[in-house]
T-cell receptor
Framework: GEDVEQSLFLSVREGDSSVINCTYT??????LYWYKQEPGAGLQLLTY?????DMKQDQRLTVLLNKKDKHLSLRIADTQTGDSAIYFCAESYDKIIFGKGTRLHILP | DAGVIQSPRHEVTEMGQEVTLRCKPISGHNSLFWYRQTMMRGLELLIYFNNNVPIDDSGMPEDRFSAKMPNASFSTLKIQPSEPRDSAVYFC????????????FGSGTRLTVV
């Protein structure tokens, strides 16, 4: 069945790079997504990648996709306090399936 | 566009009462999704509609939960009777069917059943 796995917590020092990892099971997924959820808010789409791409870069964000291993990662360069949030990995074929989210904590 | 609008933002109710959550999707979006978020289970898809028709309700926990979409601009999620284990944040999201750039989420309704 469909399943998306990601670690629950990550602590990173301000200014360092954050790397959030995710694995998924559905090889027929067409799009993979990263969403951000700030406290008390809904999920906000950060970026997405089509399944035939290896990498996508958007300012401080870099998404890497290893389709063979079904592994997706999100790298945030120069992590700032405003990046503190829960980050959700998601895959889609006919509907979007979300992981449980990784809570990113920024250390001063 | 004002985005996906959910109401109320917070709801506190007593066990056994009926609860109705409301959602207005983004104008022009033809798919609507109801999710439930808890610490234990994360984000669960309850039901989704396409062109106002329910497509997949396999995530609806039990018969106490029902959802309707009478027109393209409004949907409700009803719990009757409510139980303490229904306490969660309920999100509505919408998308344009052919738009692969993901869903737009509302701010959620935090439901507490006491």
């Amino acid at each position: 069945g469909e399943d998306v796995e990601q670690s629950l917590f990550l602590s990173v020092r301000e200014g360092d790079s954050s790397v959030i990892n995710c694995t998924y099971t559905d090889s027929s997924s067409t799009y993979l997504y990263w969403y951000k959820q700030e406290p008390g808010a809904g999920l906000q789409l950060l970026t997405y990648i089509f399944s035939n791409m290896d990498m996508k870069q958007d300012q401080r964000l870099t998404v890497l996709l290893n389709k063979k291993d079904k592994h997706l990662s999100l790298r945030i360069a120069d992590t700032q306090t405003g990046d503190s949030a829960i980050y959700f990995c998601a895959e889609s074929y006919d509907k979007i399936i979300f992981g449980k989210g990784t809570r990113l904590h920024i250390l001063p | 566009d004002a985005g996906v609008i959910q109401s109320p933002r917070h709801e506190v109710t007593e066990m056994g009462q009926e609860v109705t959550l409301r959602c207005k999707p983004i104008s022009g979006h033809n798919s609507l999704f109801w999710y439930r978020q808890t610490m234990m289970r994360g984000l669960e898809l309850l039901i989704y509609f396409n062109n106002n028709v329910p497509i997949d309700d396999s995530g609806m926990p039990e018969d106490r939960f029902s959802a309707k979409m009478p027109n393209a601009s409004f949907s409700t999620l009803k719990i009757q009777p409510s139980e303490p284990r229904d306490s969660a944040v309920y999100f509505c999201a919408s998308s344009l069917g052919t738009d692969r750039s993901g869903y737009t989420f509302g701010s959620g309704t935090r439901l507490t059943v006491v």
